[in-house]
């Protein structure tokens, strides 16, 4: 036999050499292992025994009451109440698409697209958040709550739990100023939480007033219960009681608000408006706040909130009034003749006119071929500033427009606030429209022409205001020049009443505006409602406001261009009617209030519009009467409305209103 040379190897030793091979592998294997381990139980150890607690330890959240909102006087407007709804946990909802989600639809009468809805949240939670309960009913009738219980042992994952949702004492009163509440969208949950805000899919936010804007402020922060559940969901009562104290985390409630409204005069607002449509504006002059708003018609929050049908949505949608379009900032109108004091601002301002200066109405003006109406075409012969205003004579203020151009009369408007939105910031605005010559040459035709002055100069044309610029144009001028912005909140509270955050005055401009200029318009408008022959004396009269005087201007804005033939406001199709119109402030003398009612489609300003603003300014000098005889406690009691339906197209149809086509009724 021949001995192996160097380079072969005996079988003993290439078997030594495995065992090196598989005696490195397996020292390797165990280092693996080793830092492995390591990771697991040092590095991640803590978030891997988070996780496996989570798997039989589920956190309830507690809901978090949300703040309450309250008028001036304590009186509360909007607060919770209870309600049971259904909540799908993901994590312990087992055949969840196939079975269970079925079964639940089934009990509670879902249609198809609502089911895949679920479903479709369902599939979203169970990546994001498994072991968080997601609302997929609101507010169960007794029926559907006995149905669910009776079928539990079916339902894996599905629990009914008490949740605090809005009540809207206040109904469709308003509506536009409260808002509403919905739920919140998959866009807006993932937006919030990258802003760190802690939300949920399935919780509801605010929409619209002050709901939206003080969001923050009326959301409360939310608790959290811990308890031990199965792989089912089900509690395991006598591990959850071994949590210890660290089990329960109580919620806290968001803070309230306090509005700037009384609702006793916000009441007579709503009684004394007799339109189906439009809006009334009642605010300090001395601080910018609203002490009564109407904006008609409104919508029911809570049926926003609630469980709105497709064809109560649709109701609402195809209304020709438009129910949700507020009517207080983000709509605008032609003010009609209530836009003739700044005309005569401008005119003063300009030093071409004071108020002495005498223009005689025939019936009208002629401006090169046209003639342009007088709102009386038998004329009022010779009138001044003041008397101009008191009978509402057209005529003088052509003359004005055709003697200064546009331009004037527009700075003086937008000095005053109007062209540009008010900054009450809690309500949505539109800027609403104050032309010059430039605005035309741009938007026109053929550009700028002298009589488009000749209709802004009387508040038509392209001048657009929102109920509330008029009034704080009108509590600008009533105040002597100061622009405030319009507030509705007067303060945040916490829940025991403490002062969390004041609301003061807060002034836009300082319009620069002569004494003795105020004082004319102010004595024009005195006339108006207090002397014999005033577009409102009627409605002084007829309104029982005694020891009080009234400054004011009523309006009567085309909806409709003029034929030949004028009609009679009862002759004309509801949407021809003219917008009547009344602004105004007391006491004349030294100001505290105004008011500016527009009547949509009413007819005339002295006769339709200007009953309602007496009546709202009667109301506040009497309940400040009252008031300071008997200085009310601060009330806490929730409020009970005991106002009648607002009138509908029909009724403003039927209703004859005595005096409506009078000649002095503009």
């Not at 599939?123 to 009738?141: C, E, H, M, N």
């Not at 400054?551 to 009679?568: E, P």
Request: proline share 6%; aromatic share 6%.
């Amino acid at each position: 036999m021949t001995p192996p040379t160097l380079s072969e190897t005996t079988p003993g030793r290439d078997l030594k050499r495995r065992f090196v091979w598989v005696g490195l592998a397996m020292v390797a294997g165990m280092v693996a292992l080793a830092v492995q381990l390591y990771r697991l139980q040092i590095t991640q150890g803590e978030e891997y025994a988070a996780k496996s607690v989570a798997n039989f330890v589920k956190e309830v959240r507690l809901r978090a009451d949300r703040g309450l909102i309250k008028d001036k006087r304590g009186t509360i407007l909007v607060d919770s109440r209870p309600s049971f709804d259904a909540f799908v946990t993901p994590a312990f909802c087992t055949n969840c698409a196939q079975d269970v989600l079925p079964r639940l639809g089934e009990l509670l009468g879902w249609d198809e697209p609502t089911r895949k809805k679920v479903e479709e949240q369902v599939k979203v939670a169970r990546r994001t958040a498994p072991f968080q309960p997601l609302p997929v009913r609101i507010d169960l009738t007794r029926d559907e709550y006995d149905r669910i219980n009776a079928r539990r042992d079916m339902l894996d994952g599905v629990e009914v739990v008490p949740v605090p949702h809005r009540n809207y004492r206040t109904s469709s009163v308003l509506s536009h100023v409260l808002g509403y509440m919905n739920e919140i969208t998959t866009e807006e949950l993932e937006k919030l939480k990258s802003e760190g805000a802690h939300y949920a899919l399935g919780d509801y936010i605010g929409r619209r007033g002050l709901e939206r804007y003080f969001e923050s402020t009326l959301r409360g922060t939310d608790g959290v219960q811990k308890e031990v559940v199965n792989a089912r969901g089900k509690i395991i009562e006598e591990f959850s009681d071994k949590l210890g104290k660290d089990a329960v985390v109580p919620s806290r409630p968001g803070n309230n608000l306090v509005l700037s409204i009384d609702m006793r005069l916000q009441e007579e607002a709503e009684r004394a408006f007799p339109g189906a449509a439009g809006s009334v504006v009642a605010v300090d002059v001395k601080t910018g706040l609203i002490r009564a708003v109407v904006s008609r018609p409104g919508f029911d929050p809570n049926l926003l909130t609630g469980r709105i049908t497709p064809a109560q949505m649709a109701s609402l949608a195809k209304d020709p009034l438009q129910p949700m379009i507020n009517r207080i900032s983000a709509d605008h109108f032609s003010p009609g003749s209530t836009f003739k004091v700044i005309t005569a601002l401008a005119a003063y301002k300009s030093g071409l006119f004071r108020p002495e200066t005498v223009v005689t109405c025939p019936g009208g003006y002629r401006l090169g071929a046209r003639l342009w109406r007088c709102h009386k075409d038998s004329g009022h012969g010779p009138v001044n500033g003041k008397t101009a205003l008191q009978y509402s004579c057209d005529t003088w203020f052509y003359k004005v427009a055709d003697t200064l151009g546009l331009d004037p009369i527009a700075e003086m408007g937008k000095a005053l606030g109007l062209g540009a939105p008010t900054g009450i910031g809690v309500l949505a605005e539109v800027p609403g429209i104050m032309p010059s010559s430039d605005y035309h040459n741009k938007a026109s035709a053929g550009g700028y022409t002298k009589g488009m002055a000749l209709n802004s100069a009387i508040g038509q044309g392209d001048d657009n205001v929102t109920p509330l610029q008029m009034a704080m144009v009108y509590a600008a001028i009533a105040n002597g020049g100061t622009l405030y912005k319009p507030q509705l909140v007067e303060r945040v509270e916490g829940l025991d009443g403490e002062v969390i955050q004041q609301f003061d005055p807060q002034v836009v401009n300082k319009i620069e505006i002569p004494e003795a200029h105020r004082k004319a318009v102010v004595e024009g408008l005195f006339a108006t409602a207090m002397v014999p022959g005033g577009t409102a004396y009627r409605a002084m009269v007829q309104s029982g406001l005694k020891d009080v005087t009234v400054a004011g201007k009523t309006g009567t804005a085309q909806v409709a261009s003029l034929g030949a033939v004028r009609l009679k406001t009862h002759q004309m199709d509801f949407f021809q009617r003219d917008h009547a119109w009344f602004a105004g402030f007391a006491p004349a003398e030294d100001p505290e209030i105004a008011v500016v009612v527009i009547n949509e489609h009413g007819g005339h300003g002295g006769a339709d519009a200007a009953p309602t603003a007496m009546a709202v300014m009667k109301k506040y000098f009497d309940l400040k009467k009252e008031d300071a005889a008997n200085p009310p406690p601060r009330q806490n009691t929730p409020y009970v409305s005991t106002l009648p339906d607002a009138p509908s197209v029909q009724d403003v149809l039927t209703r004859v209103t005595a005096g409506g086509d009078d000649a002095v009724a503009d």
